[in-house]
């Protein structure tokens, strides 16, 4: 298999000597230091990775390699996805990992369709709004085990390798399994989220600190009991992790820490196919999946700004950012209102998505000042994640993204398991008027979202952006970038980026004087303070939002274009 690549740092040649340190580098007793703000200000003019028979797009590099190695042996996109998950579930365990959830998109050449996977987990039987209030809570604690709900990404494995997989959980899981037992280096942006305190967060501690030590970049890293629990499913296939000892130790876990966790909780999890949801911008097609998750936010910003000559306006001037600030605020308050699980909840779906709809929630945008206020629309019924796409030679794409919800998720991890369980039942509402309040066995609103383009019926474009609440932007501003700049696969993820933060969530805050915005390095101060002039509340400094992996699709003959964002360490590869 050759590698083709120009997203990549030439240390990820597998089995190749690192070049000699010059005379002048950092003494040979430590790894190199990093200059933090040139780290937050990366290389913005990478290649776009161009191939023909197979590609992956990942946040870290070796979980990009994993997938190649599998593409290698002739397994399908989805078999890479599997693979680079469950290695990123290693080398980035704050972000994701079995304790967390999945949601995916999958384009099948032989079928010449989208299926799209919901494997979200769901609250205990044994919790309640009444237990809550018990407790005399107003919103669920986000590190507790009452925040945690079942962990659906097992499930979404096994569900998406029975479907469209040729190779098995137990080969793609070789490649993990390996490196948790014999390590691997840590890399730099990964190694500045791996803050854990010994002292408070002891069970973290235990599993992700050696002696106690500081984990840093370039510290060799292994887990042995992750390894053993690859093992686990690996011979006993996805329904290990629910039907045997490995949820028997994570309930007895539970009970001994005041969670609400039953076998009865793992027994009746299942994985949903799902149909995915569209809506058109540019006469292309946008995929997303339905609620419980947040996926049609992006659906009604792009709605609602197809109604504006975005092209004709200069990228990231106060015109374009104040339009899209705006049909941010619009889409948000909706999804405070409307978003829920659709097992429980009457969702208006088809309204929402609407052109119609859009047209006159675009009516309310003032293109010279910043609404302070935005009512959610009259209709009926009124943190850390990983994202990862591959695609492989026969045209089968898949848009995948899993997460443990906040950095370590709840900060719990079960005995002897090498993984921290998700916290994402913290995103339930204890407001019983509310469509997304908590009730037994019920999914949580989520806020991880895969995306998928496709034109004419064809696949086009495989991508997400990761980043909690910020993801709907990103989808948005990532495709305006492509089809109303023009912009690169490569391009349209490197550009500096706004987002709009503290609008209503569907845990029933409201947003309060409009919300705030923040804008990454790039974007010019003589655009901040013209925002700031139309009324938006500037967030001083510069933030960094969102983590951007995406394949662009060719045709005659088949070429895929990956591009991957240097907010993060990973890359795009093909071959």
Not at 207 to 235: E, M, Y
Not at 445 to 474: E, L, N
Request: proline share 7%.
């Amino acid at each position: 298999m050759q590698l083709t690549g120009g997203a990549c740092a030439a240390t990820l040649l597998v089995g190749q000597p690192l070049p000699a340190r010059s005379a002048d580098g950092p003494p040979a007793d430590r790894p190199p230091s990093l200059d933090r703000d040139r780290l937050r200000a990366r290389n913005e003019n990478r290649s776009t990775v161009v191939a023909r028979h197979g590609m992956v797009a990942t946040s870290q590099p070796l979980a990009t390699i994993a997938g190649l190695d599998v593409l290698g042996a002739g397994g399908t996109a989805v078999d890479a996805a599997v693979a680079a998950n469950a290695m990123l579930s290693l080398v980035e365990p704050m972000s994701c990992g079995p304790g967390g959830d999945l949601f995916a998109i999958v384009w099948s050449e032989k079928d010449r369709k989208l299926f799209g996977l919901n494997a979200s987990g769901r609250s205990p039987y044994d919790w309640s709004l009444d237990d809550a209030r018990a407790l005399g809570m107003k919103e669920i604690p986000a590190h507790s085990p009452l925040s945690w709900s079942v962990p659906g990404c097992v499930s979404g494995w096994g569900a998406l390798l029975e479907r469209f997989g040729k190779l098995g959980l137990a080969r793609v899981l070789e490649a993990p399994i390996a490196y948790a037992r014999e390590g691997f280096p840590v890399s730099p942006i990964i190694a500045r989220s791996w803050g854990i305190n010994p002292e408070k967060d002891r069970g973290l501690a235990a599993a992700f600190l050696r002696d106690g030590k500081p984990v840093r970049f370039g510290t060799v890293f292994t887990n042995p009991d992750l390894a053993r629990f690859f093992d686990a499913i690996a011979q006993g296939g996805a329904a290990a992790f629910y039907q045997g000892e490995i949820a028997e130790r994570i309930v007895r876990f539970s009970e001994a820490t005041g969670g609400r966790f039953s076998m009865r909780d793992f027994r009746d999890h299942r994985a949903d196919w799902v149909e995915p949801v569209t809506s058109s911008y540019r006469g292309h097609d946008v995929w997303e999946l339905p609620p419980n998750g947040q996926g049609i936010a992006a659906l009604q910003i792009l709605n609602v700004l197809e109604n504006f000559d975005i092209g004709s306006l200069e990228p990231n001037s106060a015109e374009h950012l104040h339009l899209f600030l705006e049909a941010k605020k619009l889409a948000f308050e909706d999804r405070a209102v409307y978003y829920a699980d659709m097992d429980f909840a009457d969702v208006p779906l088809a309204e929402l998505i609407s052109k119609e709809y859009a047209k006159k929630r675009a009516a309310r945008i003032d293109p010279r000042r910043a609404a302070q206020q935005v009512p959610a629309g009259r209709l009926r019924g009124s943190s850390d994640t990983i994202y990862l796409t591959a695609a492989d030679a026969q045209g089968n794409m898949v848009s995948l993204i899993q997460s443990i919800y906040y950095g370590w998720g709840s900060r719990y991890v079960p005995d002897g398991l090498g993984f921290a369980l998700q916290n994402r039942g913290q995103l339930f509402s204890l407001n019983p008027d509310d469509l997304n309040k908590l009730e037994p066995h019920k999914r949580p609103f989520h806020t991880i979202i895969p995306a998928f383009v496709t034109q004419g019926g064809r696949p086009r474009f495989s991508f997400g952006v990761m980043g909690g609440d910020f993801q709907p932007q990103g989808h948005a501003q990532v495709l305006m970038n492509l089809l109303d700049f023009g912009m690169s696969v490569q391009q349209a993820g490197e550009q500096p980026r706004a987002a709009h933060l503290e609008s209503s969530t569907p845990t029933g805050r409201r947003m309060q004087a409009g919300g705030s915005v923040g804008l990454e390095r790039g974007i010019p101060d003589a655009v901040r303070d013209q925002l700031a002039q139309l009324g938006h509340r500037i967030r001083p400094g510069h933030g960094a939002w969102g983590g951007y992996q995406g394949i662009w699709r060719e045709d005659g003959p088949l070429r895929y274009f990956g591009g991957s964002d240097p907010r993060k360490d990973g890359c795009a590869m093909g071959y």
